[in-house]
Structure formats: structure tokens, C-alpha cells
């Protein structure tokens, strides 16, 4: 049932893609370069739109869903909402801030940890949400790395929940990577996070018991891969400037490798090797140390 679904994801994101492209093109929901940005076309914002219908689509109608699944497509929502509306027309980033902590705080309620975990997984889950959006900046690697998170959990979790989000993903990627004929914008990106994150904080939650905080943190930093430990740096690389830490730039990992001239594919193949070691060390932590 898991592959059946998997295939219908990955048949969604192939086939609902280039009607995104078409909408975002009709409604001018374009990216243009410029500043940062160094892509070389105005290009449609419209991948992450299929990623939410195709997400909602399969939490309807499977059957074999998760517990958690509902309190993460209803978080998802939201979230991707007010990327896309901040896709439109830019909002403050405090008020975006603000709906990703009260969706983490949202996921995670049902959970019967004590609060300091509680604290820490919110804390994270608003953190990815927020990191995965800031790796979305060269074509295909928050596809990937979110590809890459899926199947590593699949593989030490609930498949009926990460198989089919694998087959959803790996269908709008063949739309986003070699050359990029839609971008995810910041719903898509900001959508990933939020459901990597809470799905990943579902599955190893039984394991945090009677794990104390300091070990807690390392393994939500090491399964959270490169796009948490890639923010981090860069923001204390900001704040030791006396920048403040969301001063925009382009100091993330992928940056400076394009920057001394990787090829694209290479930069994307290093960044998703280095993120699934990442995250293997964290479930090797969390197994070590129960």
C-alpha cells in the first residue's frame, strides 16, 4: 500500500507540476533574478503548491496514515499559506516567525514528553521550517535533502508515511532539477521543513525518554543535516561581523561552493551526502544512547 501510494504521489508531483507552471504564469507568481539571486530567467513559483495538495490529497485518502498525520497536514497548511502569501507580497518576518512556532507548539501537543523536550522539539521544528528555506537556493537541493531525510527515516520508520512523501517529492524534483522550470518559493521550501521535521520528531520521541537535554540536542542536530547545522553557521558567522543573524547573504554552504566554481550536480550530489551522514549520526546517537 505504501508503494501504491508512493507511485500516485510521484505521478501527482510529474503531472501537477507543469499546471502549476501555467498558474503561476497566468497569475505572475514569478521569480526574478536579481540581487542574491543569480538564476538567469524569470521562472514560476509554483512546485510548492503541488506539494501541499499532493501532501493533503494522500492524508485524505489513505487510510493508513499516521496518528500524527492530521496535526501535521493541518500545520503544513498554514505554514505553506503564509509562504505563498509572502511569495505574493512580502511579509514581516516576525509575523511568519510567529505562525511557524505556533505550528511546531501545534504538532507536537499530543506528544507525552516532559517540557524541556517539549521546548526543545518546538524550538526545532520552527528551526527547520525556517532552515530548509534558507538551503533553497540552487535548484534541487531542498528537494533533495528533503528526498534524502525521507528516505533515511523510511527506511527506520513508518514507510506508510515516508515512502509516499518520497514518491511526491522525487515528482516535482524531475521539474526542478538539472534546470529548474518552477522554484518551490518560500510556501514550498518552508512546507518541506515543517513536514520533515514534524514527522522526524513523531517518529523518535519514544526514544527521548529519560535522555538528557545536552544528548537530545545533538541528535535533533545531527538528524536535522545540513540545513540546520548550515543556518547555524551562518548566523554565528553573522553575529561574530556584529550583523545581525538574518541579515541576508550568500554565505551558505552551497553558495560557496558555486562560488569556487563546483558544477551545480556536484554541489547538490556533496550537500546530500554530507546531510544523510548527518543524519545517519543522529540515529546512531539516538540508538547508542537508549
Not at 76 to 84: I, K, M, N, R
Not at 172 to 177: G, K, R
Not at 244 to 263: G, K
Given at each position: 500500500?505504501?508503494?501504491?501510494?508512493?507511485i500516485?504521489?510521484?505521478?501527482?508531483?510529474?503531472?501537477?507540476?507543469?499546471?502549476?507552471?501555467?498558474l503561476?504564469?497566468?497569475?505572475?507568481?514569478?521569480?526574478?533574478?536579481?540581487?542574491?539571486?543569480?538564476?538567469?530567467?524569470?521562472?514560476?513559483?509554483?512546485?510548492?503548491?503541488v506539494l501541499?495538495?499532493?501532501?493533503?490529497?494522500?492524508a485524505?485518502?489513505?487510510?493508513?496514515?499516521?496518528?500524527?498525520?492530521?496535526?501535521?497536514?493541518?500545520?503544513?497548511?498554514?505554514?505553506?499559506l503564509?509562504g505563498?502569501?509572502?511569495?505574493?507580497?512580502?511579509?514581516?518576518?516576525?509575523?511568519r516567525?510567529?505562525?511557524h512556532?505556533?505550528?511546531?507548539?501545534?504538532?507536537i501537543k499530543?506528544?507525552?514528553?516532559?517540557?524541556?523536550?517539549?521546548?526543545?522539539?518546538?524550538?526545532?521544528?520552527?528551526?527547520?521550517?525556517?532552515?530548509?528555506?534558507?538551503?533553497?537556493?540552487?535548484?534541487?537541493?531542498?528537494?533533495?535533502?528533503?528526498?534524502?531525510?525521507?528516505?533515511?527515516?523510511?527506511?527506520?520508520?513508518?514507510?506508510?508515511?515516508?515512502?509516499?512523501?518520497?514518491?511526491?517529492?522525487?515528482?516535482?524534483?524531475?521539474?526542478?532539477?538539472?534546470?529548474?522550470?518552477?522554484?518551490l518559493g518560500?510556501?514550498?521550501?518552508?512546507?518541506?521543513?515543517?513536514?520533515?521535521?514534524s514527522?522526524l520528531?513523531?517518529?523518535?520521541?519514544?526514544?527521548?525518554?529519560?535522555?538528557?537535554?545536552?544528548?537530545?540536542?545533538?541528535?535533533?542536530?545531527?538528524?536535522?543535516?545540513?540545513?540546520?547545522?548550515?543556518?547555524i553557521?551562518?548566523?554565528?558567522?553573522?553575529?561574530l561581523?556584529?550583523?545581525?543573524?538574518?541579515?541576508?547573504?550568500?554565505?551558505?554552504?552551497?553558495?560557496?561552493?558555486?562560488?569556487?566554481?563546483l558544477?551545480?550536480?556536484q554541489?547538490?550530489?556533496?550537500?546530500?551526502?554530507?546531510h544523510?551522514?548527518?543524519?545517519?549520526?543522529?540515529?546512531?546517537?539516538?540508538?547508542?544512547?537508549?
Amino acid at each position: 500500500m505504501a508503494l501504491f501510494s508512493a507511485i500516485l504521489n510521484f505521478l501527482w508531483g510529474l503531472i501537477a507540476t507543469p499546471v502549476s507552471i501555467r498558474l503561476s504564469q497566468t497569475f505572475r507568481l514569478m521569480d526574478v533574478p536579481g540581487g542574491r539571486k543569480k538564476h538567469g530567467a524569470v521562472t514560476p513559483r509554483g512546485a510548492g503548491i503541488v506539494l501541499w495538495t499532493g501532501y493533503l490529497l494522500w492524508a485524505l485518502v489513505n487510510p493508513n496514515t499516521g496518528v500524527e498525520v492530521p496535526y501535521v497536514a493541518t500545520g503544513a497548511t498554514l505554514v505553506f499559506l503564509v509562504g505563498y502569501m509572502d511569495d505574493m507580497h512580502s511579509l514581516p518576518p516576525l509575523r511568519r516567525l510567529a505562525v511557524h512556532i505556533l505550528m511546531a507548539a501545534w504538532v507536537i501537543k499530543p506528544l507525552p514528553v516532559p517540557m524541556y523536550q517539549r521546548a526543545l522539539l518546538l524550538l526545532w521544528i520552527a528551526g527547520c521550517t525556517n532552515a530548509y528555506n534558507f538551503v533553497d537556493g540552487m535548484d534541487g537541493l531542498a528537494l533533495s535533502i528533503s528526498f534524502a531525510t525521507s528516505f533515511l527515516a523510511y527506511r527506520g520508520g513508518n514507510p506508510y508515511t515516508w515512502l509516499p512523501f518520497c514518491g511526491l517529492i522525487a515528482g516535482v524534483l524531475l521539474w526542478n532539477f538539472p534546470r529548474a522550470r518552477t522554484f518551490l518559493g518560500d510556501g514550498g521550501a518552508t512546507l518541506l521543513g515543517y513536514v520533515c521535521s514534524s514527522h522526524l520528531a513523531w517518529d523518535v520521541y519514544p526514544r527521548f525518554f529519560g535522555m538528557n537535554a545536552a544528548v537530545m540536542v545533538i541528535v535533533l542536530l545531527l538528524i536535522g543535516g545540513v540545513p540546520v547545522v548550515d543556518t547555524i553557521a551562518v548566523m554565528m558567522r553573522r553575529m561574530l561581523k556584529g550583523q545581525s543573524p538574518f541579515h541576508p547573504d550568500r554565505r551558505h554552504a552551497h553558495h560557496l561552493l558555486l562560488d569556487i566554481h563546483l558544477l551545480k550536480w556536484q554541489v547538490l550530489c556533496l550537500l546530500v551526502a554530507v546531510h544523510a551522514a548527518l543524519v545517519r549520526a543522529g540515529y546512531y546517537v539516538l540508538s547508542y544512547c537508549q
